[in-house]
């Protein structure tokens, strides 16, 4: 069982410094998630993937911030110019059906702390 | 704009005491799931409720999906140093392309 597997697990960067996040999806799942969660919060949606497609994203997914899915398998999240309030846990998760409703296998999440 | 809200925020009981914690929104959902998150790792599914007026047992838990598909609750009987966690909620909507999540409780067991 390969589960979602995401990489780094931690980040520390300085203001101002570029970073990429990667996620490998379980390889059966069409669908793939991103989520940021602050601490003491619930995760909040960034972006969405089916197959290689970006179909949604969220108003909190500012133009530093881009998505890639680019042959529908694992996927990138990079954030340009980091600022001190993008420190949080990246979340990335692909979906499956479970009893006839979507559900979220999650990896284990990169913590990005900025300086 | 989906919104969950969950109640209450932070819990504290002694070990073998009985919980519930809820779940509440003005939308209705195609489903709505119970995670479960521990410090520094990704949420982990606990169960996922589909029909109106549905109840779910795993072990010690049972869950409870409302008639409107509003709302939700998770009881726990005789808790245990091992349920403490983040318990989030999640609703399911746009036929299942997305998934909103409420802010979560946060359960501490003592031994």
Known sequence: DTGVSQDPRHKITKRG?????????????????????????GPEFLTYFQNE?????SRLLSDRFSAERPKGS????????????????????SS???????VLTFGAGSRLTVL | TQLLEQSPQF???????????????????????WYRQEPG???V??????????????????????????DSSLHITAAQPGDTGLYLCAGEYNYGQNFVFGP??????LP
């Not at chain 1, 999240?77 to 990335?92: F, H, K, N, V």
């Not at chain 1, 499956?96 to 979507?102: D, I, L, M, P, R």
């Not at chain 2, 979560?104 to 067991?109: A, F, P």
């Open chain 1, 17 to 41: 410094q570029n970073v990429t996040f990667r996620c490998d999806p379980i390889s059966e799942h069409n669908r793939l998630y991103w989520y940021r969660q602050t601490l003491g919060q």
């Open chain 1, 53 to 57: 497609a970006q179909l949604e994203k």
């Open chain 1, 74 to 93: 694992f996927s990138t999240l990079e954030i340009q110019r980091t600022e001190q309030g993008d420190s949080a846990m990246y979340l990335c998760a």
């Open chain 1, 96 to 102: 499956s059906t479970v009893a006839g409703a979507n």
């Open chain 2, 11 to 33: 819990l504290s009981i002694q070990e073998g005491e009985n919980l519930t914690v809820y779940c509440n929104s003005s939308s209705v959902f195609s489903s709505l799931q």
């Open chain 2, 41 to 43: 790792e990704g949420p």
């Open chain 2, 45 to 70: 599914l606990l169960v996922t409720v589909v029909t109106g007026g549905e109840v779910k047992k795993l072990k010690r838990l049972t869950f409870q999906f409302g008639d409107a598909r509003k």
């Open chain 2, 104 to 109: 979560g409780t946060r359960l501490s067991v």
